[in-house]
């Protein structure tokens, strides 16, 4: 104890050993040899997607369920923290908050390519016709799929059994405490260490390649509106500006800088939504959307199991489904821990319908805007936006969008700083949760949760921008984006065993019992 009555912070080293091992180890083969190591990545991971990808969709499809399930079951009613606990945010910065965090970057980004690239080759298994009007709607629905619903879910499962399991049970905020009821204090030992050393690497990995993406697309965007060619220096001096940005966000803490950008970032996204709806083809966009939407719905099981099985196939679903699938899971368990630390006061119900629901819905509309957009412009429009997408890649598409909008050079240096605050703002909440789960009585409960130190905030964020820039100027982004995608591979097994672990707690002890843990704050234990 220092001298203000407050617990000392210890570093856990086995769990952050966990992640610069791994990463550093990767960064040195790459140096060796990158191309072989890359061509060895994305073989074992094409090997693994064939193999045992059929059960990263149903295991998000699982996630899914039970997000509905838990908010009509009475459970949904129980207050995370107890009956007293009253919410530290307000439902708007909740929201804003839960939606920049979960992934500004990525609906700022693939809007456009998914739209276009899916209506030009859809997969072969569906027997669409390219270009099709079929290949359109289809093309709509699945960047729905891939964007709204799942990964929210995938995200809220993990974020809900942390709270519950934090402001409930009284356990550490950690991703491991989720695993409590199903293995109780065995979860609180050196399953422990290596459950949130799991965590870090993934989350290292998520955060670099997301960085990757952003640095990438920052760099076209200069290209194309100051013609600045990008390459090494100009990605370290934006990679520099970011890295300080999300470092400084983060180290003013949770109640100051992240609620603050997030809160600018979403009024960003309104202001951009409004603007592409109502200056678009917005009878178009509505009618593409509301149609799309229902082909979402009602064929929802049947995307979210497809697996295209026959040979000569083009291994469709597991290049985009289930890549998508392994990379939210390797974001799940720090996005939810980061999520559960906002709940405080809030009932499971409103936890599921604020952090999934919600955001879920606004990505949709997104999605219908300017993927609507995208595919007004190419196909009806007659504008060849394949040929730029073909010569300059997908991150320069969305910026190009704003060209056959009004006040196009206005709102095109508003989109390019969208993507830059986007990605600070998911940078800064992860950067904030990672370094709390590297520390030893951060996690302990003590209502609403203590800010880590600001010395491993700078390590952390210092360190997931050194990580990004290496394998970029190493040419390797596509082998970070390959690690991370292996890691939501464990991060699934880890996401149903938290899943199961709280379902027989709750069949086990009752709704009635749950209640008298949720009303009694000085009960910590359950017999497992």
């Not at 045992?52 to 996630?63: E, K």
């Not at 390797?330 to 939810?336: E, Q, R, Y």
């Not at 119900?349 to 990505?363: C, E, G, Q, S």
Request: charged share 10%; proline share 5%.
């Amino acid at each position: 104890m220092n001298e203000t009555g407050q617990k000392k912070l210890a570093l856990r080293y086995g769990v952050m050993g966990f992640p610069l091992v791994i990463f550093g180890s990767i960064l040195i083969m790459g140096f060796v040899n990158q191309k072989m190591f890359v061509d060895v990545l994305w073989g074992f991971f094409k090997w693994l997607m064939v193999n045992f990808g059929w059960g990263l969709s149903l295991g998000c499809l699982t996630f899914v369920l039970f997000a509905f399930v838990l908010m009509i079951h009475p459970i949904g009613k129980t207050k995370l923290g107890g009956k007293e606990a009253t919410p530290e945010f307000s439902t708007w910065n909740w929201w804003a908050m839960s939606l920049c965090a979960g992934m500004a970057m990525g609906i700022v980004f693939w809007p456009a390519p998914e739209a276009l690239k899916h209506s030009l080759a859809p997969a072969a298994g569906m027997f669409i016709e390219p270009g099709s009007h079929q290949a359109m709607l289809w093309a709509m629905r699945t960047s729905f799929l891939h964007w709204t619903f799942t990964p929210y879910a995938i995200y809220v499962v993990c974020g809900v059994l942390i709270a519950y399991a934090h402001y409930n049970l009284k356990k550490p905020l950690a991703v491991s405490s989720a695993l409590y009821p199903l293995l109780g204090d065995r979860a609180m030992d050196r399953t422990a260490t290596f459950v949130d050393g799991l965590t870090l690497f993934a989350i290292t990995g998520g955060v670099a390649g997301s960085l990757g993406y952003g640095l990438l697309q920052l760099g076209s965007g200069m290209d194309f509106l100051f013609g600045l060619t990008p390459g090494p220096l100009m990605w370290s001096i934006l990679c520099m500006i970011i890295v300080i940005s999300y470092t400084t966000s983060s180290v003013t803490g949770l109640n100051s800088g992240i609620k603050w950008l997030s809160d600018k970032n979403a009024w960003l996204f309104v202001a951009l939504l409004i603007f592409g709806f109502v200056f678009g083809p917005t009878a178009f966009s509505m009618n593409m959307t509301i149609q799309a939407t229902g082909d979402f719905v009602n064929n929802f099981i049947e995307a979210m199991t497809f697996t295209s099985p026959f040979p000569g196939g083009d291994l469709w679903p597991q290049w985009w489904d289930m890549y998508w699938w392994a990379d939210w899971l390797s974001f799940a368990p720090i996005t939810g821990m980061f999520l559960a630390r906002l709940s405080y006061g809030r009932t499971i119900r409103a936890f599921l319908f604020v952090n999934m629901v919600l955001p879920a819905t606004f990505a949709l509309i997104w999605f219908g805007v300017f993927g609507s957009l995208t595919i007004h412009t190419h196909f009806i429009e007659g504008i060849d936006l394949k040929a730029l997408m073909d010569t300059k890649g997908y991150e320069v598409l969305m910026l190009r969008l704003f060209d056959f909008l009004p006040l196009a050079s206005l709102i095109r240096p508003l989109m390019l700083f969208t993507i830059f605050i986007s990605f600070v703002t998911l940078a800064d909440s992860m950067t904030s949760t990672v370094s709390m789960l590297s520390l030893k009585g951060s996690g302990e409960y003590q209502g609403a949760s203590q800010e880590p130190p600001v010395s491993l905030k700078l390590f952390w964020g210092i360190l997931m921008g050194i990580t990004s820039l290496v394998f970029m100027f190493n040419g390797g982004l596509e082998g970070i984006k390959v690690v991370k995608t292996i890691a939501g591979v464990p991060i699934l097994i880890l996401e149903i065993c938290m899943l199961a672990g709280f379902t027989i707690f709750i069949f086990r002890e009752g709704e009635k019992d749950a209640s008298h843990h949720e009303a009694s704050p000085e009960e910590g234990r359950i017999h497992a």
